[in-house]
Every structure is written in C-alpha cells, then in structure tokens.
C-alpha cells in the first residue's frame, strides 16, 4: 500500500517471531514499451517513476549498465538512441529506478525490445545446376536471391534490367536461408542475358550487386563472354567498360537504354 510502511509478522508453529517489512516502492508513470525502428534510424525509449525527488535512474541491457556514448544515452530520465544498431540495441533493455535515500524500494521496468528492420544488399546466386558451366539448352535454371533481412521480404527479378512480371516467378515453399527463387524453366536462346533480383520490405528497397549472366552456347545466338560492370569515375576521366561477345561481328554499345547507339568516337 502506497505511503504506509507494513509490517507483517509470521509466528510460527515454533515459537519465532518472523518479521518481514515491506518498504514503499516506486511507481513508474512512465515506462518503456517494445517498438519497431529501421536499423539507424533514432529511438527513444521513455522511463519515469514517482514520487519525482530523489530518484536515480539506469538503464540496462542483459543485466548490463548501459554507459553513455555519443551514439545511446540517457536525455534525463528516457533512454536515446541516435542510430539503432541491429546488434548493439538488442534487448533486453530494462529501466531501473532507485531512490537516493534507499526509502523506497528500487523498481525494475519490464524487459523491451527494439524490433530493428533492416535490409542488406542481396546476391544473386546459382542454386540449379551447380555449375552454370554444366547448363544447356532444355534444362531448368533455379537462381536465388538471397539476402539478411527482417521480416517479410518482396522480391523482383530483372532479365537485361526488364522486370519479370509474377507470371514468370514460380514461388517456391519459403525457403531455409531468407532467400526467394526465380525458376527458368526450359532454356532457350531468349533466356540469355544478365539476370539481377531486388528484395523490398519495411527497411527499404535493395538490388542486387551483383548480376547473373546467363550464356549457354548452341544454336545461332550470340554467347556473351564478359560483362561490362558498374564503374566509379571521377569527372572527366575516362571510363573503359568491356564487353566481348564470341563471333559477333559488331558490338554496339546503348547508353541508360536509349536505343540509339553511341558513336565510337571519343568513346
Ligand atoms: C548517463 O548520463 C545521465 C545524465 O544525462 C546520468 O544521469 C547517468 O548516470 C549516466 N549513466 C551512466 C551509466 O553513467
Ligand atoms: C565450374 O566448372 C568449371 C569447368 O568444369 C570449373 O572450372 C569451375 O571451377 C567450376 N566452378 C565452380 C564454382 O565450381
């Protein structure tokens, strides 16, 4: 009961006097409630107890004092958070609340967590054949678009930067790594080219870094050999991008998909 000090008093069968009192305790006004934040993004985490006079606060983290930093500190009582870090955040976060004089008995918040969304850069990867070496005409191709990510995840695929409608994607049974398959079945010249998924959920929108390139050599198609890549160039100098196709007899070069075709000069 708030304000009064009890006392209660076990005797028992024996004969001794037990005697356990109970001190007041604090009461939080304010405490802090499990939230969700996109990994970076600043968070703060509210924390107040009564009677106001008196009472030292800190925060925990698995039983550990937090310390302030530049990046988590304390801003009076709550606990800010400039960039929430995916590890260093984790819970559990626990506010505690004592009172200088020790009249009143120190309180514990419930024990939050902060739900950090994040998306990292997926990677297109191989699943089926092994080895794009051992792939031909007929044979079904599985690429997966594999990525660390929380919660649920969108994915897309590119052919030669064209977006795949949902038609072309067979969703598999949600798969063990966090990643989402593009089935090509039956393999043909047309499916040839530079294949690059994009993953989407609460945190963002990342494409791959990296691309497939499918080449599977036979009929009269051209078979591409190497790959031009994305490349950093400061202003006025010079970029070279290579790009080699067997037994082509041009190679034309297409600048942000315009169909017009660059001059060979000054390029
Ligand atoms: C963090 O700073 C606050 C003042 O803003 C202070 O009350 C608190 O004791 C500090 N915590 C630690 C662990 O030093
Ligand atoms: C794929 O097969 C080729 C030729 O057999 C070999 O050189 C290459 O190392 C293989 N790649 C992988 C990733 O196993």
Known sequence: MAGTKGCLIVASILGFGLISCREDKLVFTKSPKDVSAVEGASVTLPCKATPDDGIVYLWTRDGFTLENTTRRFMQGSNLHITRVDRE???GPLVCQAEHITGKYKTVHSSPVSILIEFIEDPTVVLVKPDNATKIRFGDTVVLDCQL???GDVDYEWFHNEKHLSKDDLVNTERDVVKGRELFLTKIQSSSNGVYRCQARNSAGSRKSVNRF???VEGDQSL???SIPTDQTVR???TAF???AYK???K???HFNNNPEVLSDDGR
């Open 88 to 90: 260093r955040d984790a």
């Open 148 to 150: 660390e990510a929380s």
């Open 213 to 215: 390139v499918l080449a």
């Open 223 to 225: 078979h591409i050999q």
């Open 235 to 237: 202003k006025g100098h």
């Open 241 to 243: 991008f290579h790009c």
């Open 247 to 249: 037994e082509a007899i």
């Open 251 to 253: 190679v034309l070069w």
